[in-house]
């Protein structure tokens, strides 16, 4: 069974479009992320959530919403895409932040090119 | 804000021989956490090592150890006995609460 479980692995759309894409973990943690990393490799944080509340938001456009419906789903909504949000995104999760030991696991990513 | 750096994109070694791979992090806590991730060409992120910074023992995992300097702030992999396997970016993060930072990564070529 995956643990963290990402849909569409792949998506291919065209500028302007909205799309989704859908998370799920199955570790029964507390806090889910979304994480994006560019065709440089470089990977950043883009949202945490902690028992569907907001805890981390960085600087990312009002284009994308996340939206948490319980603590084991962590979806992510981009609007207007544009060519720059081509990438891929993870999304990860891991126990209550404020527990020691806790470690971040992954999704296997989300390869979103936009044309 | 944390950073984390590391400062070789790229390296080779040969299958069998030993690599160490750099990363330095600048932070004003003290309490924090260290991981190794290595992903492969699947892209799949997959958790190497773990190092809380409380804990002044090195932490090692079958072929993979670290080297956790905390007052130099650096944190170093060692990878003994290199497997083609061990092919894949090497990701070099820091974490507080449910924060975490990844470093630039370095690209880890294993040779037969």
């Known amino acids: 069974d995956t643990a963290v479980s990402q849909t569409p692995k792949y998506l291919v759309t065209q500028m302007g479009n909205d799309k989704s894409i859908k998370c799920e973990q199955n570790?029964?943690?507390?806090?889910m992320y979304w994480y994006k990393q560019d065709s440089k490799k470089f990977l950043k944080i883009m949202f945490s959530y902690n028992n569907k509340e907001l805890i981390i938001n960085e600087t990312v456009p009002n284009r994308f919403s996340p939206k948490s419906p319980d603590k084991a789903h962590l979806n992510l909504h981009i609007n207007s895409l544009e060519l720059g949000d081509s990438a891929v995104y993870f999304c990860a999760s891991s126990q209550d932040p404020g527990l020691s030991g806790n470690t971040i696991y992954f999704g296997e990513g989300s390869w979103l090119t936009v044309v | 804000a944390q950073t984390v750096t590391q400062s070789q994109p790229e390296m080779s070694v040969q299958e069998a021989e030993t690599v160490t791979l750099s990363c330095t992090y600048d932070?004003?806590?003290?309490?924090?956490?260290l991981f190794w991730y290595k992903q492969p060409p699947s892209r799949q992120m997959i958790l190497v090592i773990r190092?809380?910074?409380?804990?002044?023992q090195n932490a090692t995992e079958n072929r993979f150890s670290v080297n956790f300097q905390k007052a130099a702030k650096s944190f170093s992999l060692k990878i003994s006995d290199s497997q083609l396997g061990d092919t894949a970016m090497y990701f070099c993060?820091?974490?507080?609460?449910?924060?975490?930072?990844f470093g630039a990564g370095t690209r880890l070529t294993v040779k037969p």
């Open positions: 993060a820091f974490m507080i609460l449910a924060d975490m930072r």
């Open positions: 190092q809380e910074a409380y804990k002044q």
């Open positions: 932070t004003s806590e003290s309490n924090y956490y």
């Open positions: 570790l029964g943690h507390d806090t």
